[in-house]
């Protein structure tokens, strides 16, 4: 070993992967040798991935900084698990299948996915360890493990034995809820809903292969599929509603749908959709409000009669009638938002009546004299009203936010709104759009109306 040695400095990453070595200058003519750094190298602990081409070269130079002599293996760090469903939960194309003369197969939708009890739901692809490395000290560096994760159990399921699989242990229909996969048990009433089994409530999907006959009702939290027609009944369901035939209402009953709708024929019915219409002939003297799309998909496909709400636009081949019935189409406003601004301004209003009330109370108090010198009764009743000051004021902050929310949301929604006329458009049809309203008084032919921005009023152009 060469007194030279004390020029050589060693430096090992935090990490253990990687080692540089420095040589200052000689201050006595002194010369490293390839015995002096693998010395220092050795001292320093570095026994692996040694750069040994490197050696040679750094003894020519006798003066490098910092320099690369040593790298090791970075450890591969293991995989999450991950999990693979074998179910589509709901993400399926609900669209029906469009038929040449314009006509739509409701027979063929594939909507309701079911499963029977065995059938695997979901595997958990498990973590891996992954592979270690080895440090510049000739030493194991652990990888880190991959994260582990749950299977998503929820009702009517199981885990395997081995952990890796989730199995239904039931026949019915998967869904998510809070994170977790169910199953659903699928009601099948093989015949009409009448009196031989009363109203419908059911937690799942529900067909029904005849007619929801007049005046009964049918709940469900999944979809609902009726064969024939649905006659002046009550419905409420959470997913999609199928009816292949016609929709029949009268006033005071009501349908409620979560999902998306797809009917034959609708009429005299009031309707609540918050996803899609599309009907295959005629929506007649109706009350519909839609969170979607209407489309009447017949070529021949006429909307007569009633108010239609759609959130975003409306196509038909007919509006209105030769006889110039009323008919009343609205798009670019949320159905349930003008109502719902109704009710919010109202509250403010109650609101700030009974901030005025505490105001005035609390003024009179301190009419009394100076706080601190205030009987302690007064003290204690002083402070209860200045709570209930405080939260007034709050709720009136959060009611005149949500009202802006509300308008900015209409304001957006408003020119992405369209109504589209394939075909006839007669007098006695009032579009709106937002808050603009236009009287069709003469016949159009083949026009889509639209919001103009810039001057602030409807306009309507040809297809």
């Known amino acids: 070993m060469s007194e030279g040695i004390d020029r050589i400095k060693v430096r090992v990453t935090p990490d253990r992967l990687k080692a540089f070595i420095t040589l200052t200058p000689s201050e006595d003519d002194s010369s490293i040798s390839e015995e002096d750094i693998r010395d220092a190298l050795d001292k320093a602990n570095v026994r692996f991935g040694v750069k040994e081409d490197l050696i040679q070269t750094i003894v020519k130079l006798q003066m490098v900084e910092d320099f690369l002599i040593a790298e090791g293996i970075p450890p591969e760090n293991g995989k999450d698990a991950i999990i693979e469903y074998k179910i589509s939960l709901g993400r399926k194309d609900l669209t029906p299948k469009e038929n040449p003369d314009g006509s739509v197969d409701l027979r063929d939708l594939g909507f309701v996915e079911n499963v029977t009890q065995g059938d695997i739901l979901a595997v958990k692809v498990p973590p891996t360890e992954g592979v270690p490395g080895t440090g510049v000290d000739g030493e194991s560096i652990p990888p880190k493990k991959g994260k582990d994760i749950r299977l998503p159990r929820g009702k009517n399921t199981e885990i395997s034995e081995d952990g890796l699989m989730l199995i239904a242990t039931k026949s019915g229909v998967p869904n998510i809820r809070e994170g977790n996969i169910s199953v659903s048990p699928l009601l099948e009433i093989q015949k009409d809903v009448d009196f031989s089994t009363g109203n419908i409530d059911f937690v799942g999907n529900v067909l029904v292969r005849g007619t929801v006959k007049s005046h009964f009702n049918v709940s469900c939290e999944g979809n609902l599929e009726v064969w024939e027609d649905v006659e002046n009944a009550d419905l409420r369901v959470g997913?999609?509603?199928?009816?292949?035939?016609?929709?029949?209402?009268?006033?005071?009953?009501?349908?409620?749908?979560?999902?998306?709708?797809?009917?034959?024929?609708?009429?005299?019915?009031?309707?609540?959709?918050?996803?899609?219409?599309?009907?295959?002939?005629?929506?007649?003297?109706?009350?519909?409000?839609?969170?979607?799309?209407?489309?009447?998909?017949?070529?021949?496909?006429?909307?007569?009669?009633g108010r239609i709400f759609a959130l975003r636009s409306i196509s038909v081949s007919q509006l209105g009638s030769p006889f110039g019935t009323a008919t009343t189409v609205v798009v670019g406003k949320e159905p349930w938002t003008s109502s719902e601004i109704e009710t919010l301004i109202k509250e403010r209003e109650d609101l700030k009546k009974k901030l005025e009330e505490v105001n005035t109370n609390i003024k009179y108090i301190i009419g009394y004299g100076r706080e601190d010198s205030l009987p302690e009764a007064r003290k204690i009743q002083l402070n209860k009203l200045r709570e209930v000051q405080r939260l007034l004021i709050e709720q009136l902050n959060l009611r005149d936010l949500k009202i802006k929310e509300l308008r900015e949301k209409s304001l957006y929604l408003l020119n992405e709104a369209k109504i589209e006329v394939l075909g006839i458009v007669y007098p006695g049809v009032r579009i709106w759009v937002g808050e603009e309203s236009y009287m069709v008084d003469s016949e159009l032919q083949r026009v889509y109306f639209i919001f103009n921005n810039n001057e602030g009023r409807i306009e309507f152009r040809s297809i």
Request: hydrophobic share 35%; aromatic share 2%; net charge positive.
């Open 239 to 305: 997913g999609n509603l199928v009816v292949r035939r016609g929709i029949y209402g009268e006033p005071g009953r009501r349908i409620e749908v979560k999902g998306n709708l797809l009917a034959k024929i609708i009429r005299n019915a009031e309707i609540d959709v918050y996803g899609d219409i599309i009907v295959e002939q005629a929506i007649i003297d109706s009350s519909i409000r839609c969170g979607g799309k209407i489309k009447v998909t017949s070529g021949k496909g006429v909307i007569c009669g």
